[in-house]
C-alpha cells in the first residue's frame, strides 16, 4: 500500500489579521490518501486528464484552480473512488482558533496527531507500508518526527507489525500527491473561504474529520 499525504492552510497562529493579509489561515486541513499498489496509477490518470483537458504546461495546484476546474476534479475523483472501493481519502481540519495555547507552542506535534487520527485504521493488514508525504510540506520541518510518532504508536500502543517507509516526493514529479493536494484544497476552502460546491460533491466518497470545533 502507498499512503499519499498533503495539506491546505498553514501552522501559523497570527490570528488577529485576515488571511494572505499578514494573518495565518484559521484552519488546517490534512488529506490521506490509501492507494493499493497496482491501482496507484489511477489517481495520476486522473489529473494527467485535467492538465490535457485544460492545457496547463506546469504544475497546477488546485489554489490556483477555478471553481469550475475544482468542480470538475471532485466528480472524477468520487467516480474513480466509488469504482475503486480500495482506495481510501480521509481528511481532517483544524479549527486553529479553538487549540489550546500550550497545544500552539509545538504545532508540529498537532500536525503529528492530525495524521496518528487516520493512518493506523487504515494500515494493520499490512507487513509495510510506503508513506509519500509532500516533500515541501511543513511537516518535513520536524524532520522524521511524524514518521517516528507514527511508528511508535503502530508498534506500542496498537501492537500493530506495520513498518511504514518513508519516502517523501516532491509534487511537481508526482501526480498523486497533486490529487491529494486537490482533495485538500477543496475540503480547506469549504471551511477557511465557505466555498462549498467542491466540498460537497467530495462528500459522497471520502472521510471528512473535525478537529478542535
Known amino acids: 500500500m502507498r499512503i499519499y499525504l498533503d ?12 488571511y494572505g493579509q499578514g494573518g495565518s489561515s484559521r484552519y488546517l ?43 470538475v476534479f471532485s466528480e472524477l475523483a468520487v467516480q474513480l473512488i466509488r469504482n475503486n472501493p480500495t482506495i481510501k481519502v480521509d481528511v481532517i481540519t483544524v479549527r486553529k482558533d479553538k ?11 498537532l500536525y ?7 493512518v493506523p485504521e487504515y494500515v494493520g493488514g499490512y507487513a509495510t507500508v ?16 511524524l514518521v517516528d510518532h ?8 496498537l501492537n500493530l507489525k506495520t513498518k511504514i517507509i518513508n519516502q517523501p516526493a516532491q509534487s511537481h514529479m508526482d501526480y498523486n500527491i497533486q490529487f491529494v493536494d486537490w482533495i485538500a484544497h477543496c475540503v480547506w476552502s469549504k471551511f477557511e473561504n465557505g466555498v462549498d460546491a467542491p466540498y460537497d460533491k467530495l462528500c459522497a466518497a471520502i472521510r471528512s474529520r473535525r478537529l478542535f470545533f
Open 7 to 18: 495539506e491546505s492552510g498553514d501552522l501559523g497562529w497570527k490570528l488577529d489579521l485576515p
Open 29 to 71: 486541513t490534512l488529506a490521506i490518501m490509501f492507494v493499493p499498489h497496482h491501482l496507484r496509477k489511477l489517481p495520476k490518470k486522473l489529473i494527467v486528464g485535467l492538465y490535457s483537458k485544460y492545457g496547463w504546461q506546469n504544475e497546477k495546484k488546485a489554489s490556483g484552480a477555478d471553481l469550475a476546474q475544482k468542480e
Open 99 to 109: 487549540v489550546a495555547s500550550h497545544i500552539r507552542s509545538d504545532a508540529n506535534k
Open 112 to 118: 503529528n496527531f492530525m495524521v496518528a487520527c487516520v
Open 130 to 145: 510506503l508513506f509519500m508525504p509532500d516533500e515541501r510540506s511543513v511537516k518535513v520541518k520536524s524532520g522524521n518526527s
Open 150 to 157: 507514527l511508528q511508535t504508536k503502530l508498534w506500542f500502543e
